[in-house]
């Protein structure tokens, strides 16, 4: 695993992985003086990245050894040893633009990370025997990881999207914040989508007649943003669509109001739902209600949908519940907390 590099990093990591993080409030990041601020932002991940993935790559080693020797765990490994091994040695100055090439590479190079981690999981499953506690160690790992990550990712593409939006005389539209969109479009994003959604089913030959019942202001938006929405609808709807294929069912009901200060969506499907007894595992990555030989439906079955949507809710405080009715159908409530005035810490 660490075959490529030297017992020195390896020491620099686990020295790193020890160092407090600063707390970085969500309403910091947003403030007018983190934004205009090119050198504070450049400071403050050149400091905070590397405990950040040093914590990570510690982390992931309490996973068990024969889940951390596959292929694809390995592949994560390189990845954000590697990353952390240049950010460490590299030389920060002042207005340093050379920074930001650095982090559009890191970026790129954990573009897929958590299709890695889906199949690591897959693998791992299907050939090893695996007792329940152990199961409940590794979701534990791979939940604080994804955390991480989001935070990481954050954090990073903010600084991004400032620095493009500067460097190319782009004014904060509507007083954006970043990539956070103060006048983000549910509505919009829900039709996105849904669209998205049919071109996958188109892509796969499935069933494509699925009704969107859609009770909604089309001009109610919140402060969020607009990818963070489309990720969660996507993974939640995909799973209802799914759920209605194998059930015979066609409907889909969505209602979406603003109470205040955060949008609650609710998402009906017809399609069977599950059993109750089974819904404290709908969370883990390392479960799902779908077998990927049984229906052959190509765009689900890893369990990372619901997991990393819940992620993505209760990061800026919101939340995920799952209601189901077994035989019947499931409501899903997705609740996003305005992030505007929100104190919430960047973990």
Do not use: W
């Not at 990093?9 to 969500?26: D, P, R």
């Not at 889906?118 to 299907?126: G, L, P, R, W």
Request: with cysteine.
């Amino acid at each position: 695993m660490y075959k490529k590099k030297t017992y020195s990093i390896i020491n620099t990591i686990n020295h790193y992985s020890k160092f407090k993080l600063n707390s970085i409030k969500l309403n910091y990041v947003i403030s007018n003086k983190y934004i205009t601020d090119f050198n504070l932002r450049n400071k403050l991940l050149y400091k905070e990245l590397p405990i950040r993935l040093a914590r990570r790559i510690n982390d992931l080693q309490l996973l068990p050894y024969n889940f951390l020797k596959n292929d694809s765990m390995s592949y994560i490994f390189d990845q954000y040893i590697n990353s952390f091994d240049m950010l460490y040695n590299y030389d920060l100055k002042e207005n340093d633009i050379n920074y930001i090439n650095l982090l559009e590479q890191i970026i790129i190079n954990h573009k897929n990370i958590e299709e890695k981690m889906a199949y690591s999981i897959h693998e791992f499953k299907n050939k090893n025997n695996i007792i329940s506690s152990e199961l409940a160690n590794i979701n534990k790992i791979i939940n604080n990881f994804y955390i991480s990550r989001l935070g990481i990712n954050f954090l990073v593409k903010q600084h991004l999207k400032l620095y493009k939006n500067d460097s190319h005389n782009i004014k904060n539209c509507n007083n954006n914040f970043g990539i956070i969109n103060n006048n983000c479009n549910i509505y919009n994003n829900l039709k996105k989508t849904i669209n998205q959604i049919k071109l996958t089913l188109d892509y796969h030959n499935l069933n494509n007649n699925i009704i969107y019942n859609i009770d909604c202001n089309k001009d109610l938006t919140t402060c969020y943003i607009d990818s963070h929405i489309q990720y969660i609808l996507f993974e939640i709807l995909k799973n209802s669509v799914i759920a209605n294929i194998n059930f015979n069912k066609n409907k889909i009901n969505i209602k979406i109001d603003k109470q205040e200060n955060e949008i609650i969506i609710k998402i009906s499907d017809f399609g069977g739902g599950i059993s109750r007894k089974n819904l404290n595992k709908i969370y883990d990555f390392t479960y799902t209600t779908h077998k990927l030989c049984k229906n052959k439906i190509p765009i689900n079955g890893f369990g990372h949908g619901l997991g990393m949507s819940r992620i993505y809710c209760r990061f800026f405080g919101g939340d995920l519940i799952l209601i189901p009715f077994k035989n019947y159908g499931c409501d899903t409530y997705i609740y996003l907390k305005d992030m505007k005035n929100n104190d919430i810490n960047i973990v």
